[in-house]
């Protein structure tokens, strides 16, 4: 019989069977395309191979203590061309530095991890995890579950098996500030339990920061951020029609003001705050402001929206396409950087991740939303207003 590559054994083998589980098991769990899918302990990929080909390019995030199990997972289990297809990003660390993504994960795994860490190891894991993680977005994590506490080795390693009872992990997951549900039985080959955990203020009630205004006056100001071409006019567009004010706006939905400020700053200009801050003087609330120029230009802006008071605070809305079809209109344009669709001297992968950066460390309230989504939306809601019509 041939041998298990040594990467595969590594990860405990069982590639095949756990791979899947795990995918089928987040499936369930209603992780779709969109989603920012956070790996913890992707080791060399015995879930990613099946997550990275269904997730949107960008959105698998793999974070590992071991590069060469990393390398081994990318160079043998994946193709270049998936690769390049899916830009599946990658941290190394020693330490969970979630936060080097630049982004917050809808939903995270870590699946056999607990079952080789020590308890410090896991409280440090959960800690900081809860600062980056989606304010309503989840981490399944498993464990091997003993009935009394049991003396586990002092220090975290690769192939040592650890157990801790459940009233041990709620209080790790609680001391950290999480809520923590007890899964159990998930079909696991070698009997690890799974625990589902949300960050304490999570409420499954709670409405996004778009919705949760939708007829009322107290709607939160917006500031839509997203690479031209990604639908950013015609979701600005949409939500004039709701409401929200736009000023005065150019064809492509662009506050006339707000975008000479953002040309400026770009010229290599300094930032007047003062004058910056007088560019909002005139729009009423609920406003929205929208320019493709925000990608570059919104960390010098975050000065003016600290100054104002917490409830005209805009609540950022991160708009992101498939970025072949962005790609593919950036080149119709004409629009290119060193032969590569892009503008302002980067190509759309460099404002796709410098946009995703800027919402990862945003301070205030945000929400991404897909443009697909918006489509979609807006195709159901003609359907629903035509069938409403059919019945009266």
Same mark, same amino acid.
Request: charge should be neutral; aromatic fraction near 10%; glycine fraction near 8%.
């Given at each position: 019989?041939?041998a298990?590559?040594?990467?595969r054994?590594y990860v ?6 756990v791979?899947?589980l795990q995918f ?11 989603h ?15 997550f ?8 698998y995030l ?8 990393i390398?081994a997972g ?14 599946p990003?990658f941290v190394v ?19 056999s %991890?607990?079952?080789h860490? !020590?308890?410090? *190891?896991i409280?440090?894991? $959960?800690?900081k995890?809860? #600062?980056?993680?989606? @304010?309503n ?29 459940r ?7 609680e ?7 007890y899964?159990g ?5 070698r ?8 960050p304490?203020?999570?409420s ?8 949760a205004?939708?007829?009322?006056d107290d ?5 839509? %951020?997203?690479?031209g071409? !990604?639908?950013? *006019?015609?979701?600005?567009? $949409?939500?004039?029609?709701? #409401?929200?004010?736009? @000023? ?7 506050n ?16 007047d ?10 729009l009423?609330?609920p ?11 919104l960390?010098?802006?975050l000065?003016?929206?600290q ?5 005209e605070?805009?609540t950022l ?25 892009g ?5 759309v ?22 443009f697909e ?20």
């Amino acid at each position: 019989m041939k041998a298990e590559a040594w990467h595969r054994a590594y990860v405990g083998g069982l590639w095949d069977e756990v791979g899947r589980l795990q995918f089928e098991y987040l499936l369930a769990k209603k992780l779709e395309p969109h989603h920012f899918f956070l790996d913890v302990g992707c080791g060399s990929l015995r879930a990613g191979v099946h997550f990275i080909p269904y997730l949107h390019p960008g959105r698998y995030l793999g974070i590992d203590h071991k590069a060469e199990l990393i390398q081994a997972g990318v160079r043998d289990e994946l193709s270049s061309e998936l690769v390049a297809a899916k830009q599946p990003r990658f941290v190394v660390s020693e330490d969970f530095e979630f936060d080097r993504f630049g982004v917050r994960p809808d939903f995270a795994l870590a699946q056999s %991890l607990f079952t080789h860490l !020590s308890s410090a *190891s896991i409280s440090r894991c $959960l800690t900081k995890l809860h #600062g980056v993680l989606a @304010g309503n977005g989840v981490l399944y994590a498993t464990f091997n579950e003993c009935a009394r506490e049991q003396v586990n080795p002092s220090e975290s390693h690769d192939h040592r098996v650890f157990h801790y009872t459940r009233s041990q992990m709620r209080s790790f997951a609680e001391s950290a500030g999480w809520q923590i549900k007890y899964i159990g039985d998930w079909g696991h080959p070698r009997g690890q339990k799974m625990l589902e955990l949300r960050p304490s203020n999570f409420s499954e009630a709670t409405p996004s920061p778009v919705s949760a205004y939708a007829d009322q006056d107290d709607r939160p100001n917006l500031l839509l %951020l997203g690479v031209g071409h !990604s639908g950013t *006019s015609v979701t600005a567009k $949409l939500l004039g029609t709701l #409401g929200w004010n736009l @000023g005065e706006v150019d064809g492509f939905s662009e506050n006339v003001v707000i975008r000479r400020r953002n040309a400026e700053l770009l010229s290599g200009k300094r930032p007047d705050l003062q004058n910056l801050a007088q560019s909002f003087a005139d729009l009423r609330s609920p406003w929205l402001v929208k320019d493709p120029r925000f990608v570059l230009t919104l960390d010098q802006w975050l000065p003016v929206f600290q100054a104002l008071p917490a409830a005209e605070r805009p609540t950022l809305l991160h708009l992101t396409r498939d970025i072949q079809k962005v790609q593919r209109t950036y080149l119709a344009y004409g629009e290119v950087v060193e032969g590569a669709p892009g503008m302002y001297r980067h190509t759309v992968q460099e404002l796709s991740e410098i946009a995703l950066r800027a919402y990862g460390t945003w301070p205030f309230a945000k929400l991404h939303l897909e443009f697909e989504q918006i489509v979609a939306a807006a195709k159901a809601f003609n359907i629903g207003r035509a069938q409403r019509r059919d019945t009266e």
